[in-house]
C-alpha cells in the first residue's frame, strides 16, 4: 500500500472518499455473509483472506493518517516561517522540494520524517536502486532506521508482493549459522528430527534483509559470498544444490572497509555487497525530525496504550528537542513509549530514565569548582545549563523560603500565592524536606 497517490497532496489522503472505499468492500463482505445459506470450507478461507485484507488496508490507514497529520504540522509550521523569510533564503527550501517531488513519484518511504539532505539523499539512491536487483548495503548507527530502510527499497520494487525475510546475524551462534541461514537435512546433527529451510529459500524471488552483516563470522561470510555468486545453496547434510532467486539487503553499524583492511570481513565480500551503499545520518544530525518524531510516537503510543497522547511540560519538550539520542529514533521512540506509561495527563523530567535525567545542581558545581578543585562535570550543552540554572535558582528560593517560614509549607505557600500540593511537588522534586528547616529553627532558638 502506498503512502502517497501520484499527484496526490497530503489533505487528499486522509479524505472520507479513502474510508469510503474500504466501508464499501466490509459492506460486501457483510452481505456474502448475511445472504449466504451455506458456506463450504473454501468459501469460508476466501471470505477469511477478505477480512485480513480489509484489516491491514485499515490499520494502513490508520497509520498513515498519523505521519500525514505530523507531517502537515511541520508543513504548516515551515511555510509560516517561510512568508516572512527573506528571499536569499529559497535554498532553504530546496529539500522540501526533494521530498515533494519523491511523493509525486509515488515513492513510499512512510516513516521517515524532515528535510535532512543526507537524509533525502538516501532515498533518492533507495528509489533508483529498488526496481533493480542489485545487492544494497545500508550503514548508519544503530537506531537510525536501517531495517525501515531495507523495507522502503522492497516496497518500491518488483518483488513487493513477494517474501520479505530479516535476519539479526548477531544474534545466531556460529554452530547454527549455517543451518539458519541454508537450512537443513533430517539427521544432519544432533537434534535434527526433520528436514528444514532456511532463510534463503524461504526469501525464495523476495528480499532477504541480512542486519548486522558485521558480526558475520568469516566461515559464514565465504558460504555468503557463493550465494552471491552462483544463487545456489546447499543445505547442511545435503549434497542437493538448490537454486535461490532472493535480492540481498544488508546493514551494519560498523565500518566493513576499516574491517576489511583488518582482515576480520572479506574485502570480496564487501564489494559484492555494497554495489549500491545508502547511508543514513544519526538523529542528532536530522533535529528538524525531532519535533514530528515526538508527536509521531506519541500518538502510536497513546493508540497502543488505549489512551489521550500524553502532554509535555516546556522544560520537557526543551530537553527532548535538544538531547543527543545516543540511541537514535528508537531510543526516542521507547523514550516517548515510557513517558506515555509512567506519566499521567502530563509528563516531567522526573519520568525520564535516571541516567538521562538532567541533574539541577549541575551549575552549581560548576560555579564551585574555583575553590574545590576537584573534578567537575560541566554541562553537555548550552540548552542543559540553562536547565540547570533554573532548577538550582527555583532550588534555592524554595529553601530560603523554608527557611524564613521555619519550614510551615502551609505559611510559604501563602506567601506565594501557589496552591499547597503544587509546592509540595516542588518540593518532592528536589529532594527538599520542610522538617529539616523546622528542626533547624528550633536549634536556632534553643541557642539563642
Request: aromatic share 6%; net charge neutral; proline share 5%.
Amino acid at each position: 500500500m502506498k503512502l502517497y497517490n501520484q499527484g496526490a497532496t497530503p489533505a487528499s489522503v486522509t479524505s472520507p472518499v479513502s474510508f469510503a472505499g474500504l466501508i464499501e468492500k466490509i459492506e460486501i463482505l457483510r452481505s456474502t455473509l448475511r445472504w449466504a445459506s451455506r458456506l463450504d470450507r473454501p468459501e469460508i478461507e476466501k471470505l477469511l483472506k477478505q477480512a485480513t485484507t480489509l484489516r491491514d488496508e485499515v490499520m494502513g490507514l490508520s497509520h498513515k493518517e498519523r505521519f500525514v497529520q505530523a507531517a502537515s504540522s511541520a508543513e504548516a509550521a515551515a511555510g509560516s516561517a517561510g512568508e516572512s523569510a527573506p528571499p536569499q533564503q529559497e535554498v532553504e527550501r530546496m529539500p522540501r522540494e526533494r521530498r515533494q517531488a519523491l511523493m509525486e513519484r509515488s515513492f513510499i518511504f512512510e516513516g521517515t520524517f524532515g528535510d535532512n539532505p543526507r537524509l533525502l539523499e538516501a532515498l533518492e539512491i533507495a528509489e533508483k536502486a529498488a526496481p533493480t536487483d542489485l545487492p544494497v548495503l545500508i550503514d548508519g548507527e544503530s537506531g537510525t532506521g536501517k531495517e525501515l530502510m531495507a523495507k522502503v527499497i522492497h516496497a518500491n520494487g518488483s518483488r513487493t508482493d513477494k517474501p520479505f525475510i530479516s535476519v539479526n546475524c548477531g544474534a545466531i551462534p556460529d554452530s547454527l549459522l549455517e543451518s539458519e541461514l541454508f537450512g537443513h537435512k533430517k539427521g544432519a546433527f544432533t537434534g535434527a528430527s526433520n528436514d528444514r529451510r532456511g532463510k534463503f529459500e524461504s526469501a525464495h524471488t523476495g528480499t532477504i534483509f541480512l542486519d548486522e552483516i558485521g558480526e558475520l563470522p568469516l566461515t559464514g561470510q565465504v558460504k555468503l559470498l557463493r550465494v552471491l555468486e552462483a544463487h545456489e545453496i546447499q543445505r547442511v547434510g545435503s549434497d542437493e544444490i538448490i537454486s535461490v532467486d532472493a535480492r540481498i539487503v544488508a546493514a551494519t553499524n560498523k565500518d566493513l572497509r576499516k574491517m576489511s583492511e583488518a582482515g576480520t570481513f572479506r574485502e570480496d565480500l564487501f564489494y559484492r555487497l555494497s554495489v549500491i551503499h545508502v547511508s543514513l545520518p544519526a538523529l542528532r544530525e536530522r533535529h528538524d525530525e525531532i519535533p514530528l518524531l515526538v508527536s509521531y510516537f506519541s500518538d502510536e503510543a497513546a493508540s497502543m496504550l488505549k489512551r489521550a497522547p500524553v502532554r509535555l511540560t516546556p522544560r520537557l519538550r526543551d530537553f527532548l528537542l535538544h538531547y543527543d539520542y545516543p540511541g537514535n529514533i528508537r531510543e526516542l521512540r521507547n523514550l516517548m513509549y515510557r513517558l506515555s506509561c509512567l506519566a499521567g495527563d502530563t509528563a516531567d523530567l522526573a519520568q525520564l530514565p535516571q541516567d538521562i535525567r538532567p541533574r539541577p545542581a549541575a551549575l552549581a558545581v560548576v560555579g564551585s569548582m574555583g575553590s574545590a578543585g576537584a573534578d567537575i562535570a560541566m554541562p553537555a550543552s548550552l540548552s542543559e545549563a540553562k536547565r540547570a540554572a533554573s532548577d538550582e535558582a527555583e532550588r534555592a528560593f524554595l529553601e530560603r523560603g523554608l527557611q524564613e517560614v521555619g519550614g510551615t509549607v502551609a505559611e510559604l505557600a501563602r506567601r506565594c500565592d501557589m496552591n499547597r500540593s503544587h509546592l509540595q511537588m516542588l518540593l518532592k522534586k528536589h529532594g527538599i524536606h520542610s522538617k529539616d528547616f523546622r528542626a533547624s529553627r528550633q536549634a536556632d532558638g534553643s541557642k539563642g
